[in-house]
T-cell receptor, first 116, second 115 residues
């Protein structure tokens, strides 16, 4: 049981390039999330998904896109990378938040992205 | 505007001492979480608090929740070096995606425990 896995671990992009951050979970969780963490700050939600085919914006969605074609995978796409997108990106997953009182999110190891 | 505020943001402690990290939030929460993050690592869940007066303990860490005061605390007892990390509180809040489990994080408290 690998939990939540993310690739790549590190990436350097040039301004204007595009890339996809991969996230996979093997816990059969319906809910998946993408967060970014800037230095000295807490995490902020970019996008989330409540199941295959269903996604919605979080607090900071501009400059990103997501898709959810399977329960396991939730890739995050950066189009036209900008220096402001330099951050550490975390993917997380959970069961339906309403299904269990102590439901918690499990986080992946993160992707450190630098845009120069 | 929803705010989740932690203090202090930096905490340097000596081993063996006690201290408390505070997490204030500005609206009614559904659940309140505490996470630990080691440098360059992911987040590890420590506690989930649901109801007013909830108290949970694990080793030298104890978390509590006062929903009326909109305050959660993380108390450290007899700190040891291994507790050095950044601690985040986070909550789910009605009207802020709480029913979808969307977490709103504080900025984190960087704890350094020195011998």
């Amino acid at each position: 049981n690998a939990g939540v896995t993310q690739t790549p671990k590190f990436r350097i992009l040039k301004i204007g390039q595009s890339m996809t951050l991969q996230c996979t979970q093997d816990m059969n969780h319906n809910y998946m999330y993408w967060y970014r963490q800037d230095p000295g700050m807490g995490l902020k939600l970019i996008y989330y998904s409540v199941g295959a085919g269903i996604t919605d914006k979080g607090e900071v969605p501009n400059g990103y896109n997501v898709s959810r074609s399977t329960t396991e995978d939730f890739p995050l796409r950066l189009e036209l990378a900008a220096p402001s997108q330099t951050s550490v990106y975390f993917c997380a997953s959970s069961y339906d938040p309403s299904a269990g009182a102590y439901n918690e999110q499990f986080f992946g190891p993160g992707t450190r992205l630098t845009v120069l | 505007e929803l705010k989740v505020e932690q203090n202090p943001l930096f905490l340097s402690m000596q081993e063996g001492k006690n201290y408390t990290i505070y997490c204030n939030y500005s609206t009614t929460s559904d659940r309140l979480y505490w996470y630990r993050q080691d440098p360059g690592k992911s987040l590890e869940s420590l506690f989930v608090l649901l109801s007013n007066g909830a108290v949970k303990q694990e080793g030298r860490l104890m978390a509590s929740l006062d929903t009326k005061a909109r305050l959660s605390t993380l108390h450290i007892t007899a700190a040891v070096h291994d507790l050095s990390a950044t601690y985040f509180c986070a909550g789910t809040f009605m009207n802020y995606g709480g029913s979808q489990g969307n977490l709103i994080f504080g900025k984190g408290t960087k704890l350094s425990v020195k011998p």
